[in-house]
């Protein structure tokens, strides 16, 4: 080393096989506290990113949740919103989500008349963190109208220096990550990089890589400073300033080969260790959810400390390794990657042709879990296809730093070690981490913005019944409800009703409905309808004519309604559920005559069933047998208290209705109900005494109703209705257009069990190849990214 580096420099080596237990919890109880509370990351797989109008833009959502890395289970409402190139909202819509998975569609109209234009997708809840974790892709509207060629110059070039650790310290040495991007903003790849001091001396020469990436180790002497400069292929020279290195501190450097071991060193200078003798520095590596931290004290004979840290003791993916102080002040930060085959999930993929105008897509789950996948398949030379990022650094890499991903798809497709050097260097340009501590410590985290589920339902009745069922019934969404009128108003939570769908209310009398109007509004939590700058890109670069001699795409109503919509509907079940040798009798509501509100629970105690409560909430139920008086009475039998000596089952349109629920049966009329089954059925088979409910499912509600006077209320806010995909018309397969813009084909929804496959038809479109972009996520939290020619011909 030269002879301005430290004097005195021992490696301290630590190997590390467990996380350490810091005995003061302040860093830790902050960083744990702060990321308590679940978090959503959300990534659309568009089927292209170009389109002509008159085509659709169809997606499939993918929602994780960030702290297990899996599927979210509890997302159900995500907004995707459309905004100009200026950031105004220029339409939006809410997708139903389940299990982490959700799919839909937006049609490019005669109203889309900019050329470009971004889609947003985030939740509600998402709105309470700090970190902008939004999915936000920029897409493009294809016209003949030619562009005029733009001319830029040197001065658009980006040149960047991101000091390790967030700083440069003089008289040792230092690592600069750089980035250099062209007038396009893409990362450019540049030789004899010159690096000189003030008095022009030349200290090294570099190259960045493809990507524009690279970095430089030299060593910072006091009271001088340092230029870095390029000579362009035009003759044009571009220079960028080193920050000025400070004189006292620590710095960081982190060695990561990608072996099982990561390197973590903190050095200072012979000026500042009489200061830091007996302070001690915390080493905290951490990726929002599991943590690692070690303390390090200065001691005056050494100026260097090394951290050799097994990489199976911090978590798979993104980590941030951040150093405090002995004030707990974050000094320095390096976001890093720690790679482990197990954050992916594969899938083979083969095609065959079966049919002239079609070929067969087999897809091979080679994953120990259960996989959904989209598929988007394109002409061979598409230009339509060009996302900002791919499930891959969606999910890996977005939620921990602030910077883009140029070339999304390179990291992680055919790993090696040349990429995973690249992914370091990508990960050292990035500074810090979008996570403040100063918000991680200070802020409030009482969640101010909720949980959306479903959609809320507000009404009232200006001349409310008395003594009646009134009730609210949707035959599309599959939903009846009966209403619970508190001062003459209702409201219904967590309803899953879909847009432009009808709403009938009445009230139910013997054999007969009656009219009734409320006053109906759904509760709508308030939306920014603007984009925030940040996501806004440049579009001031240079462009060229790329279609020329087309019109729109026709866009027909019989194309719109070309499907029709299907819903899963309960089946209306006419046997008993135990078949005909069982001891079960059965009762067919619609052949037996009832009082008006008479209930579940009315029915079974007149069936000789016991009611159990404690303080007026039911617990329990139990058949009444022989020697047993009344619900709670003694007698000879072996029952206690009425009850059976063995248990008894309650079973909801074939589920098992938990005893929690079982108050709900006190609210739930007779007139929702088709088919009741009570079975004395012998302890220890089948789970002994049962009781089984069928509902009417609401088709069969509003047959029931027919002809009856009801009042239809249309849902003006609701779930997005899920379509079919499509092929739009396009007028040739063979022109330019359509090779470079067009689509042949979109599968969203594709689950496949695990080491199972699947098959599909695609159309061939008259193109002899065809690219296949698939995404996709495992049940455990394992991600797909796959892109691939398919021949669509035997030669």
């Known amino acids: 080393m030269k002879k301005h580096i430290l004097k005195l420099l021992l490696i301290l080596v630590i190997l590390v096989s467990q996380f350490s237990i810091s005995q003061n919890r302040s860093i830790d109880s902050a960083f744990v506290n702060y990321f308590k509370d679940t978090r959503e990351l959300p990534f659309l797989h568009l089927n292209k990113t170009s389109f002509l109008r008159g085509e659709e833009i169809w997606f499939q959502a993918y929602v994780l949740e960030q702290n297990s890395k899996?599927?979210?289970?509890?997302?159900?409402?995500?907004?995707?919103?459309?905004?100009?190139?200026?950031?105004?909202?220029?339409?939006?819509?809410?997708?139903?989500?389940?299990?982490?998975?959700?799919?839909?569609?937006?049609?490019?109209?005669?109203?889309?008349?900019?050329?470009?234009?971004?889609?947003k997708a985030s939740t509600n809840w998402m709105r309470n963190f700090k970190e902008e974790n939004t999915f936000v892709q920029k897409i493009k509207i294809i016209s003949n109208t030619k562009k005029q060629f733009e001319t830029t110059n040197a001065n658009a070039y980006d040149f960047q220096v991101f000091p390790e650790g967030g700083h440069l310290l003089s008289n040792i040495e230092n690592t600069v990550g750089v980035l250099i991007k062209d007038?396009?903003?893409?990362?450019?790849?540049?030789?004899?990089?010159?690096?000189?001091?003030?008095?022009?001396?030349?200290?090294?020469?570099?190259?960045?890589?493809?990507?524009?990436?690279a970095?430089?180790?030299?060593?910072?002497?006091?009271?001088?400073?340092?230029?870095?400069?390029?000579?362009?292929?035009?003759?044009?020279?571009?220079?960028?300033?080193?920050?000025?290195?400070?004189?006292?501190?620590?710095?960081?450097?982190?060695?990561?080969?990608?072996?099982?071991?990561?390197?973590?060193?903190?050095?200072?200078?012979?000026?500042?260790?009489?200061?830091?003798?007996?302070?001690?520095?915390?080493?905290?590596?951490?990726?929002?959810?599991?943590?690692?931290?070690?303390?390090?004290?200065?001691?005056?004979?050494?100026?260097?400390?090394?951290?050799f840290i097994k990489n199976d003791n911090f978590a798979y993916g993104t980590n941030i390794v951040t150093v405090f102080d002995n004030n707990k002040n974050p000094v320095l930060e390096r976001v890093f990657f720690n790679y482990n085959k197990n954050l992916f999930a594969d899938v083979s993929v083969t095609s065959s042709i079966r049919e002239?105008?079609?070929?067969?897509?087999?897809?091979?789950?080679?994953?120990?879990?259960?996989?959904?996948?989209?598929s988007s398949f394109l002409p061979e030379q598409t230009k339509a296809y060009k996302p900002d990022n791919n499930i891959y650094t969606a999910f890996l890499l977005k939620p921990y730093i602030k910077g883009e991903v140029q070339n999304a798809d390179y990291y992680f497709k055919d790993i090696n070690r040349k990429k995973l050097y690249n992914l370091d260097l990508l990960l050292l340009t990035q500074g810090w981490s979008k996570?403040?501590?100063?918000?991680?410590?200070?802020?409030?985290?009482?969640?101010?913005?909720?949980?959306?589920?479903?959609?809320?339902?507000?009404?009232?009745?200006?001349?409310?019944?008395?003594?009646?069922?009134v009730f609210m019934l949707s035959y599309e969404s599959n939903i009846m409800k009966v209403i619970d009128l508190k001062d003459n108003s209702f409201e219904f939570k967590n309803l899953f009703l879909?847009?432009?769908?009808?709403?009938?209310?009445?009230?139910?009398?013997?054999?007969?409905?009656k009219q009734i109007t409320p006053s109906v509004r759904f509760i709508k939590n308030q939306r920014l309808t603007f984009l925030d700058r940040i996501f806004i890109k440049n579009t001031n670069v240079t462009k060229e004519l790329e279609v020329s001699n087309f019109d729109d795409l026709k866009i027909e109503g019989e194309m719109l309604d070309e499907f029709e919509m299907v819903f899963e509907k309960r089946p209306v079940f006419e046997n008993n559920p135990f078949g005909y040798n069982t001891m079960g009798t059965g009762f067919k509501m619609k052949?037996?005559?009832?009082?008006?509100?008479?209930?579940?629970?009315?029915?079974?105690?007149?069936?000789?069933?016991?009611?159990?409560?404690?303080?007026?909430?039911?617990?329990g139920i139990a058949p009444r047998r022989a020697g047993t008086q009344n619900a709670f009475g003694a007698g000879s039998g072996a029952a206690t208290n009425g009850l059976a000596p063995y248990g008894l089952q309650v079973f909801l349109d074939g589920m098992i209705l938990p005893q929690a629920f079982y108050q709900d049966l006190d609210t739930m009329f007779l007139d929702e109900i088709s088919e009741v089954f009570l079975t004395e059925v012998p302890s220890g088979f089948l789970g002994g005494s049962q009781i089984h409910i069928y509902r009417l499912p609401p088709s069969e509600l509003v047959k029931n109703v027919k002809g009856n006077p009801l009042t239809k209320i249309n849902v003006t806010h609701g779930f997005a209705k899920e379509k079919e995909y499509?092929?739009?018309?396009?007028?040739?397969?063979?022109?330019?257009?359509?090779?470079?813009?067009?689509?042949?084909?979109?599968?969203?929804?594709?689950?496949?069990?695990?080491?199972?496959?699947?098959?599909?038809?695609?159309?061939?479109?008259?193109?002899?190849?065809?690219?296949?972009?698939?995404?996709?996520?495992?049940?455990?939290?394992?991600?797909?990214?796959?892109?691939?020619?398919?021949?669509?011909t035997e030669n």
């Open 498 to 513: 879909e847009k432009d769908t009808d709403l009938y209310f009445g009230i139910a009398l013997e054999n007969k409905s």
């Open 183 to 213: 007038q396009n903003g893409k990362g450019i790849a540049l030789k004899n990089i010159k690096l000189k001091d003030k008095k022009g001396t030349l200290i090294k020469t570099f190259e960045t890589n493809f990507l524009g990436l």
């Open 356 to 374: 002239t105008d079609s070929i067969n897509i087999s897809l091979t789950n080679n994953s120990e879990s259960k996989i959904h996948l989209s």
């Open 215 to 307: 970095k430089v180790e030299f060593t910072y002497e006091k009271d001088n400073y340092y230029t870095m400069e390029v000579e362009l292929s035009n003759g044009d020279t571009i220079t960028t300033n080193l920050p000025e290195a400070k004189k006292s501190g620590v710095n960081l450097k982190v060695i990561n080969p990608n072996t099982n071991i990561t390197s973590f060193i903190l050095c200072t200078n012979s000026s500042t260790l009489p200061d830091l003798i007996g302070k001690t520095y915390s080493v905290f590596i951490h990726n929002t959810n599991t943590y690692f931290k070690k303390d390090i004290t200065f001691q005056s004979e050494f100026n260097s400390y090394s951290l």
């Open 70 to 119: 899996k599927p979210h289970p509890a997302t159900t409402n995500l907004y995707v919103e459309v905004f100009n190139a200026n950031g105004r909202l220029k339409q939006e819509s809410l997708v139903r989500i389940k299990d982490g998975l959700g799919k839909g569609n937006i049609l490019i109209d005669s109203t889309f008349t900019e050329e470009f234009y971004y889609i």
């Open 726 to 792: 499509y092929q739009p018309q396009y007028p040739s397969y063979i022109e330019k257009t359509y090779k470079d813009f067009g689509a042949v084909y979109w599968k969203p929804n594709i689950t496949i069990d695990q080491n199972s496959n699947t098959s599909f038809n695609i159309p061939r479109n008259s193109q002899k190849q065809i690219k296949l972009f698939l995404e996709g996520i495992t049940k455990d939290g394992k991600i797909v990214s796959k892109e691939m020619t398919l021949k669509t």
């Open 435 to 469: 996570y403040q501590w100063n918000t991680i410590f200070n802020e409030n985290t009482t969640p101010k913005f909720e949980f959306e589920i479903g959609v809320k339902l507000e009404g009232k009745f200006n001349n409310p019944p008395r003594k009646s069922n």
């Open 591 to 619: 052949n037996m005559v009832f009082d008006a509100g008479f209930t579940v629970i009315d029915f079974l105690q007149e069936k000789r069933y016991n009611i159990i409560r404690e303080n007026g909430v039911i617990v």
